[in-house]
Nanobody, 131 residues
Framework: QIQLVESGGGSVQAGGSLRLSCAASEYIGNNVCMGWFRQAPGERREGVAR????????????HYAASVLGRFTASQDYANNILYLQMTDLKPEDTAMYYCAADPGGCHSGSPILADEYHHWGQGTQVTVSG
């Protein structure tokens, strides 16, 4: 079972940036669909991004929710099994607990990105955007 640990959350002003990390217990370079989700208090868990790695020698595949397209970028450190989420131009509505998720095999396509697509989850890291 893949173990996932998120880090990098914090408090920032609107317009600021943060980079979240998701450290995996095993290789996630290919044949594993990775995802980033977020959940605000009283809200449903929202899919932010899907990421399917090309293994370092191939092409990575990403898909973003419309709410973050152009502001958030997922990437992977293949050597260290870390998935990143670079978040820029943060807005107060981005405030939420952010979760990393993984599922063996290929990624689903289309929108929305659903939590049911994933079987392995981290504990989350809090992002708070003020202003």
């Amino acid at each position: 079972q893949i173990q996932l640990v998120e880090s990098g959350g914090g408090s920032v002003q609107a317009g600021g940036s943060l980079r979240l990390s998701c450290a995996a217990s095993e290789y996630i370079g290919n044949n594993v669909c990775m995802g980033w989700f977020r959940q605000a208090p009283g809200e449903r868990r929202e899919g932010v991004a899907r990421f399917y790695g090309g293994g370092g020698g191939g092409t990575d595949w990403t898909h973003y929710a419309a709410s973050v397209l152009g502001r958030f970028t997922a990437s992977q450190d293949y050597a260290n099994n870390i998935l990143y989420l670079q978040m820029t131009d943060l807005k107060p509505e981005d405030t939420a607990m952010y979760y990393c998720a993984a599922d063996p095999g290929g990624c689903h396509s289309g929108s929305p990105i659903l939590a049911d697509e994933y079987h392995h989850w981290g504990q989350g890291t809090q992002v708070t955007v003020s202003g």
